[in-house]
């Protein structure tokens, strides 16, 4: 993790101090066109949140209307970031929604993604990365994160991205924005805003980056207990990262829960119930690991070793458990 952190400080500073291209390299979403409508491109086709192992997972017209539209409702506005392979399938099921929205994904609705290329063969910088680098301490406006965020990523299109064997244009950032969500920026929530981040099935990849879009997330501002990670079975080790610096011995604990979708659905309708004493008014959702495309779940390419310190791969590693933390299957 250090080495990777220690990579994003260092392009942060080159990037920082680098004028960005006219040129924009993200796809805006256009209803009709089928190179980023899945309604057009893919008839029929649904793109999805793949769950924990043994779990359905979370369909995107499900998504749409179990989750961001309770929110919606609500009168929050939703900054939702999709690291997934087909992740540009979920905007044509929000987009019709309204409201305050900023959505962003790593790929076209039939494209996959990938894991970051450690060095020397690569640059060891994924979207994700690229996506914390370009958010920075929060106060970018929205556009500007998609802007940045498909300048860097080295398996975009952006001919002038840090690669070396990324190939350029296999994937392509997907953007859209409704009403303010261009100009949202997360920072401006930190007090009555929610963070949601999800990994059903994580790579030790996955647990670098939620360590540091956590972290992130708290140098912002946000309160520890207005983070909910789903993430696997919702339970690990406490020699977990996330654990460690953010669960075990803490007065205001982040939440760790499954990544199932009745997880998902139970904790949006939970705060977001008209009896619920203090809804937030902001949504930051990230989703990292896999797609699924028809039911059918897909690894990002350069596929990274499972995450082994949490259930259940735990059990492998430890067949007498010590304590496990996270609330698991709470809903």
Known sequence: MTQLVA????TTVAFSSTAFSAEVFYETFRPGDPVVDQKVGSPGSH????????????????????????ALKAGASLFLSFGQCFSGGLIDELAPLGGNQFIITSARHSETASYGIPAPAGVDIDFTDAFIL????????????????????PFGPNPNAPRKSEP??????????AGKGATL???????????????????????VQMHLMIDRLVQMGYDRDRVWLLYADGKADISHPVVRDFIAGRDNPIHLLAATRRQLVGLFAQMFSESYGDRPDFVFLYVGDHGGLNRLAVAKHFFDQPDMLIMPNLSI???????????GHRF
């Open 7 to 10: 990579l994003l400080c260092f």
């Open 47 to 70: 793109s999805y949140l793949v769950g924990t192992v043994g779990d359905e997972g979370v369909r995107d017209d499900e998504f749409g209307r179990a989750v961001a539209l309770p």
């Open 134 to 153: 370009a958010m920075g301490d929060g106060h970018n406006a929205a556009e500007s994160v998609a802007e940045r965020t498909a300048a860097i990523d």
């Open 168 to 177: 350029m244009g296999h994937e392509h950032t997907q953007y859209f924005a």
């Open 185 to 207: 920026r997360p920072a401006d929530f930190t007090k009555r805003g929610m963070a949601v981040l999800w990994a059903g099935m994580p790579a030790e990849r996955d647990r």
């Open 317 to 327: 590693r430890l067949p007498q458990l010590r304590r496990l933390y996270g609330e």
